[in-house]
């Protein structure tokens, strides 16, 4: 993942609707910046707060 769709991603999760799950983090990013990530990926990321 580069720094820009990091940068996008860490803006989307700071907004107060976020995700609800893992999966629409997976969705986001195919659907927002073209990017397909495994869902073990997404929830190893060090992105997403547990």
Avoid: D
């Avoid at 580069?2 to 999966?23: M, Q």
């Amino acid at each position: 993942m580069t720094a820009e769709v990091e940068a996008h991603l860490r803006e989307a999760l700071s907004k107060p609707s976020g995700f609800a799950s893992y999966g629409e983090i997976q969705e986001w990013l195919w659907l927002n910046q073209g990017i397909r990530l495994a869902y073990s990926f997404v929830t190893r990321s060090q992105l997403v707060e547990r």
